[in-house]
């Protein structure tokens, strides 16, 4: 079946630019989840929704950043006013069950967007 | 929140030899700990998980151990070959933080 899509692959934009970055999780799949992997780190989580309620935004470096799943399927990451610190890859990861306990499934990750600043 | 530490950051091994990689993490309710492989310019890739209800879970060459009372876990290579050359991260939930990464490069 179809795994996690992410759209688009690669972004430039403009500094002050505003960006969309959306991802299509795994029909079905309950968890959905942004991370920014800058070059050479590790993922970074930026926020968590099950379905439609986010979670957890603990993650996200500013208010420029704004995550949405209206309807617990398809998410959208936005960043207003871009930054070149802004400049990574964003990943978003979906998964069958929840957090905590002993429901944790394991995530399936997109091929990520390329986001550049400049 | 969680705090996961990973360690080496960058690991060389020869062809053959076995490798391991180590993570801590802080918080103590945290009780699914997986382990993911991201080669160049791909997305991260689940290779083995283990659950805070048993200490080891092997899978032909790869097999991770948790010590719960230590609060560190890791993953063993066994035989590695060219193709397991990458970064490997290591994560710890309740809240899926992610280690800052290894690079293993297997030498032929």
């Known amino acids: 079946g179809a795994g996690v899509s992410q759209s688009p692959r690669y972004k430039v934009a403009k500094r002050g630019q505003d960006v969309a970055l959306r991802c299509d999780p795994i029909?079905?799949?309950?968890?959905l989840f942004w991370y920014q992997q800058a070059l050479g780190q590790g993922p970074e989580f930026l926020t968590y929704?099950?379905?439609?309620?986010?979670?957890?935004k603990s993650g996200l470096p500013s208010d420029r950043f704004f995550a949405e799943r209206p309807e617990g399927s398809v998410s959208t990451l936005k960043i207003q006013r871009t930054q070149k610190e802004d400049s990574a890859v964003y990943l978003c990861?979906?998964?069958?069950?929840?957090?905590?306990?002993?429901?944790?499934?394991?995530?399936?990750f997109g091929p990520g967007t390329r986001l550049t600043v400049t | 929140g969680e705090n996961v530490e990973q360690h080496p950051s960058t690991l060389s091994v020869q062809e053959g030899d076995s490798a391991v990689i180590k993570c801590t993490y802080s918080d103590s309710a945290s009780n699914y700990f997986p382990w993911y492989k991201q080669e160049l310019g791909k997305r991260p890739q689940l290779i083995i998980d283990?659950?805070?209800?048993?200490g080891e879970k092997k899978d032909q060459r790869i097999a991770v151990t948790l010590n719960k009372t230590a609060k560190h876990f890791s993953l063993h290579i066994t035989e590695t070959q060219p193709e397991d050359s990458a970064v490997y991260f290591c994560?710890?939930?309740?809240?899926?933080?992610f280690g800052a990464g290894t690079r293993l490069t297997v030498k032929p």
């Open positions: 990861a979906s998964s069958l069950g929840g957090l905590a306990g002993v429901g944790f499934y394991e995530q399936y």
């Open positions: 029909s079905g799949h309950v968890s």
């Open positions: 283990i659950r805070s209800n048993v």
């Open positions: 994560a710890a939930t309740n809240d899926m933080r």
């Open positions: 929704f099950q379905n439609e309620a986010q979670l957890d």
